[in-house]
């Protein structure tokens, strides 16, 4: 049997291998049947290392500056690593950062080359004004490059394949596959159990604080929203200080908990115990928070952005808001306060949602499958 060899490029920062975290376990998964599994990204602490953990090989570069632009450039060291260890196979998690190398290894190496797109970007404009419109033009340029050069594209959605066709061209239909995102519910496996409400609605959001996310424009539409909450944001970043900020302005130090960011252990105990969970963000490839609160049952509200559509149907599995939110999302609030029933309905109804497309296992198998598969074009 011919040896079998991935590489698999990610602009994501990380410890070496002795150090356990959620993202290695997802490795351990993706490199089951295959001879070596090598991961290529960038160091946490800003140094070259190579580390092992049985078929799993860490390359680690600088991560020379807190973006994953770096990676960009860092990338270009593949070239180096591929005559060292012939890879077979090659995965790109972005087809620009870290995409346009491999790209460019694939079509010299005559290797087999698997791209992925996670959000919204590749497609829109991710930031106002003439940053955001050069962005946009440097990312469906590369992209388009490495369309063409790759062997499979992973999306994540039918609606996300729909938009890649109409951006990207038709002629990417043959090689396009949708794998949706994971939810492993070995970890999610505590299931709500009732959905009475007394007093106040438990609400909880899970995100980076980015303004992505939008968590200041949640708590503020929260706040005068009329209904009564108690909100847990759950994660960290660069807004932290100004959630902070407002929530003494709003006087809501007793209704807003900010939980910073925690494990998926923690998560999956915290989930059951909430009412509601709400996604708010203003851009979004397919969270992965959603669908590990919907893996729980619980009732979601969810922002009408990037492709959450393709996974969530207004008043069957979710409530689903249109602009303007601080309109909008009173109207939902009341509807999920109101009545126990609605709540219930919806939250079994994701659960099935979940159960049904996006159980780990099987996308992991669709996954390894699409890898071994893919030839060199």
Known sequence: MSRTCVFHLSANQYPRLEVHHHTRDIWQELAK??????VLARAIDNRFSHTVQGNIHLHLVPRLARGGWTFFFTSWLLFVYVRRWRPTH???QCPVMGGVAAAAVSAIFRIPLFVEIHGA???RESAIGMKGSLAAFFYKAF??????RASRIRSLSPDMTDRLLTEYGCGLASKTVTIPTRVDLRKF?????????AGALNIITVGALTPTKNHLQLIRDLAVSGIAF?????GAGALLGDCRRLIEDLHLEGQVVLAGKIGHEQLAELLPGQDLYIHYSVSEGLSRAILEAMAVGLPVISTAVGFIRGVLLDEENALVIEKPWASTLPVALGKIQASAGVRQRLGEAARATVLASYEAGAVFDSYRKMILTSSTP
């Open 33 to 38: 049947g295959f001879d070596e599994y090598h």
């Open 90 to 92: 090659l995965v790109a």
């Open 121 to 123: 970007h590749y497609f």
């Open 143 to 148: 992209s388009s490059f490495v369309f063409r």
């Open 189 to 197: 496996h505590r299931i709500k159990t009732s959905y009475e409400v």
């Open 230 to 234: 108690r909100l847990t944001i759950v």
